[in-house]
């Protein structure tokens, strides 16, 4: 089946500072989407992102389908961004979603 | 609009005994999955339900697992007997689905129940 690797997976950063997660997957997609998970365990949808760059704030995604990856930005980091950053992939067969083991974030102040 | 609804939020159990959790998705969302996740790893899917059919339970221990949506809403998962190695958050989710788009566009995840077998 499709792997989904994420890199990298521990990122400790200064607030302030920016950062670019990655991900890479095996086969290709028509969707990928990046969570973010909070400390209290929450899995919140970032983006939705099959292909080419959308913004949100200071989150920003590139998916290169044909390359298989994409990347994730945040600008100005916050404490508030720390959490276990996921990205996902559809398999081929259906709707279900599959996760890479996800880059654990933490901003200090 | 309301979230998708998890209960409990927290459960201590010791091994060999049975558990149940529940879920409410989101009103209208025909496709809902229920996920483990184990601490340190990202979440693993164990059943998907369409309506109220199983599309696919491929990575369920069904010798001691079992799921169920009776009526294409609410949906149960049950863990009997449990052992240690169940430890983890069991996340429910839900989505619409839109013929074509693939990957279960509008994905919403619940807060998780977080089972502890002592």
């Known amino acids: 089946g499709i792997q989904v690797e994420q890199s990298p997976p521990d990122l400790i950063l200064q607030e302030g500072a920016n950062s670019t997660l990655r991900c890479n997957f095996s086969d290709s997609v028509n969707n990928l989407q990046w969570f973010h998970q909070n400390p209290w365990g929450q899995l919140i949808n970032l983006f939705y992102i099959p292909s080419g760059t959308k913004q949100n704030g200071r989150l920003s995604a590139t998916t290169v389908a044909t390359e298989r990856y994409s990347l994730l930005y945040i600008s100005s980091s916050q404490t508030t961004d720390s959490g276990v950053y996921f990205c996902a992939v559809p398999t081929n067969r259906d709707d279900k979603i599959i996760f890479g083991k996800g880059t654990r974030l933490h901003i200090l102040p | 609009e309301a979230g998708v609804a998890q209960s409990p939020r927290y459960k201590i159990i010791e091994k060999r005994q049975s558990v149940a959790f529940w879920c409410n998705p989101i009103?209208?969302?025909?496709?809902l999955y229920w996920y483990q996740q184990i601490l340190g790893q990202g979440p693993k899917l164990l059943i998907q339900f369409q309506n109220n059919g199983v599309v696919d339970d491929s990575q369920l221990p069904k010798d001691r697992f079992s799921a169920e949506r009776l009526k294409g809403v609410d949906s149960t998962l049950k863990i009997q007997p449990a052992k240690l190695e169940d430890s983890a958050v069991y996340l429910c989710?839900?989505?619409?689905?839109?013929?074509?788009?693939?990957?279960?566009?509008?994905?919403?995840f619940g807060s998780g129940t977080r089972l502890t077998v002592v």
């Open positions: 989710a839900s989505s619409l689905v839109y013929p074509g788009t693939g990957g279960g566009y509008g994905y919403t």
């Open positions: 009103s209208g969302h025909a496709t």
